[in-house]
């Protein structure tokens, strides 16, 4: 049974910083792409950050270039989200994504085989 259990997720001011982790479980992590997408309330889930399957690459959103990083611990099989310089419309549900996807590029929500429960994220002063 796959899980992928996000945390790491609070309140936080304009221009503050976060760290979400993602330990995923159940699955073979060098044969999933992974990936965090966000949801703010009322707009569609959107795609920040995917690490493509064995980590070969990483990209971002251009929303969040030069304030949002990235990173895999394959030892462990998790996936984080260092984001700094944090911003109002940051706030957002943030979710872990599991994908067998061979795309190499930003993961889409079709591409998703396995979600997180989510990660409640509010940026405001």
């Known amino acids: 049974q796959v899980q992928l259990i996000e945390s790491g997720g609070g309140s936080v001011q304009p221009g503050g910083s976060l760290r979400l982790s993602c330990a995923a479980s159940g699955l073979t992590f060098n044969d999933y792409a992974m990936g965090w997408f966000r949801q703010a309330p009322g707009k569609r889930r959107e795609v920040i950050a995917t690490s493509t399957r064995a980590s070969f690459n990483t990209f971002l959103a251009e929303s969040v270039w030069g304030r949002f990083i990235l990173s895999v611990d394959t030892g462990n099989n998790a996936v984080y989200l260092q984001m700094n310089n944090l911003k109002p419309d940051d706030t957002a549900v943030y979710y872990c994504?599991?994908?067998?996807?061979?795309?190499?590029?930003?993961?889409?929500?079709?591409?998703?085989?396995?979600w997180g429960q989510g990660t409640q994220v509010t940026v405001s002063s």
């Open positions: 994504a599991a994908s067998t996807s061979w795309w190499n590029r930003l993961l889409s929500q079709t591409d998703v085989d396995y």
